[in-house]
């Protein structure tokens, strides 16, 4: 029997960038399961997995409960800090004005998203706080992290609902 070459076989790595997004992709499958748009987030600190949330704004009947707000407020509380310098949240859709906003107000180092929102997105779709030189702290952004699977994911939820019989389509 020949023994298998190693080479072959993938490499996960369970620190990169594509594997937390999966994570987060994890959470915004969850959204869809319970009718919520598929938005997910995970927040890490120091390699691990800290906070996850998915988009609740049905739910909750809460404007305010996206992917984000939720990981946010999960990431302080498992610090047991409102600043979370030293971590990284990953989100499969770009962040909105108000989830940007709060990412610079808890000082997240870093933020790492899926697809862009040309709509509606606050990491640089329509405005980028999360570097703007005026406010006090600016967030390290990477874009495009898994970007097929996250734009299909919210496609495809959009269709689903417009194909529907009464479908509402975009909220």
Request: glycine fraction near 8%; proline fraction near 5%.
């Amino acid at each position: 029997m020949k023994k298998p070459d190693v080479s072959e076989e993938p490499i996960i790595d369970l620190h990169s960038d594509e594997y937390f997004m999966g994570e987060a992709l994890r959470q915004a499958r969850k959204a869809w399961d319970r009718g919520e748009v598929p938005v997910g987030a995970v927040v890490v600190h120091a390699g691990r997995v800290i906070a996850r949330a998915f988009n609740q704004v049905e739910t909750l009947n809460d404007a305010t409960a996206h992917a984000e707000m939720l990981a946010i407020t999960q990431a302080e509380e498992a610090l047991g800090d409102w600043r979370l310098l030293e971590c990284d949240l990953y989100v499969t859709k770009e962040p909105c004005p108000m989830c940007a906003g709060a990412l610079v107000h808890v000082r997240m180092r870093r933020v790492v998203f899926g697809c862009a929102s040309p709509k509606d997105g606050g990491a640089g779709g329509v405005v980028d706080l999360l570097q703007h030189p005026r406010l006090n702290h600016r967030c390290e952004v990477t874009r495009g992290v898994r970007e097929n699977e996250c734009a299909q994911l919210l496609r495809a939820f959009f269709r689903e609902r417009r194909d529907k019989p009464g479908g509402q389509g975009t909220p």
